[in-house]
């Protein structure tokens, strides 16, 4: 009887870790990195966004005008 017992234990204990590992691959696993979360278990099927790269000053206009006050300031004398 302790023969079936075990049997029965060790079959339990087998359909339980069988189960958890099945969960958790269908579950997928998510880590951020840089403000992205990769891999997700939708990844696929998301939809991808693009973000053009800008300029690499992006206050050109205010140093120009910065700029053009100096010359104005450098001209009239002060």
């Not at 958790?24 to 973000?51: I, K």
Request: hydrophobic residues 40%; contains cysteine; proline residues 4%.
């Amino acid at each position: 009887m302790t023969a079936k017992k075990d049997q029965n234990w060790f079959r339990t204990i087998a359909l339980l870790s069988g189960a958890a590992v099945l969960t958790g691959a269908a579950a997928g696993c998510q880590v951020s990195v840089n403000g992205q979360t990769l891999p997700s278990p939708y990844y696929l099927e998301d939809d991808v966004q693009y973000f053009p790269g800008a300029g690499e000053f992006k206050l050109s206009r205010e140093a120009a005008a910065l700029r053009e006050a100096r010359a104005q300031e450098k001209m009239s004398g002060r």
